[in-house]
């Protein structure tokens, strides 16, 4: 096995109240990089790999998209597009394991500077409005009844 990849146990239930092992394998992002043609295609989902070689031809938003973020974190334009709850689905029929816990990325803190970004945008367009009111209100002013 190369060094970049590792798989650890843990255990879940069955849903029937039973223990059940089950194995997670982790992969390092430059594993996930080498993937990145039209002969193996793995890309990142929320932090998790995804093989998805022979859904190419299947794809409904085509083949090209999927090869721009092949080898890569697609979370940003998956999400952007807007995938159904049945795109969600299909993920686990090409789920092949976990992104290493060392090259995972802080998703939550990153939305965390989303939220910091847009209040800031917010604060800024209330202000461009009040020098247009103003001007509106003189105009209306000036104009003879
Ligand atoms: C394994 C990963 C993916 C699966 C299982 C998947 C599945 C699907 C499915 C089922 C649809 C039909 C519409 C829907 O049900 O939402 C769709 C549409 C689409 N997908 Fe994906 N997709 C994946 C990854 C991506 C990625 C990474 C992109 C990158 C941009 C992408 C871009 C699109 C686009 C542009 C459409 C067309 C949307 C439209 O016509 O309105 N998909 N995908």
């Known amino acids: 096995m190369s060094g970049s990849m ?6 879940g239930s069955d849903g ?13 992002l430059e594993e996930v990089a080498k993937r990145n ?17 022979r ?4 794809h409904p938003g085509g083949e090209e998209v999927l090869l721009e973020q092949a080898g890569v974190d697609a979370s940003e334009s998956f999400e952007d597009v807007g995938h ?6 299909m993920l686990k029929q090409y789920y092949i394991g976990d992104i290493h ?7 939550n803190g990153s939305k965390l500077l989303v939220i910091l970004d847009f209040t ?25 009844c």
């Not at 029937?16 to 390092?28: A, L, M």
């Not at 009040?130 to 105009?139: A, M």
Request: with cysteine; aromatic share 8%; charged share 30%.
């Open 6 to 11: 590792a798989t650890a146990e843990a255990s």
């Open 37 to 53: 043609s039209l002969k193996e295609l793995w890309l990142v989902i929320h932090g998790r790999v995804y093989d998805v070689t």
């Open 84 to 89: 159904s709850s049945d795109a969600r689905e």
């Open 120 to 144: 800031h945008h917010r604060r800024c367009s209330l202000r461009f409005p009040v020098p247009l009111l103003h001007i509106g209100k003189q105009i209306l002013l000036r104009r003879p």
């Open 101 to 107: 816990p060392s090259d995972l990325k802080p998703e």
């Open 55 to 58: 859904f190419l031809n299947e």
């Open 16 to 28: 029937k109240g039973q223990e059940v092992e089950t194995s997670v394998t982790y992969y390092r």
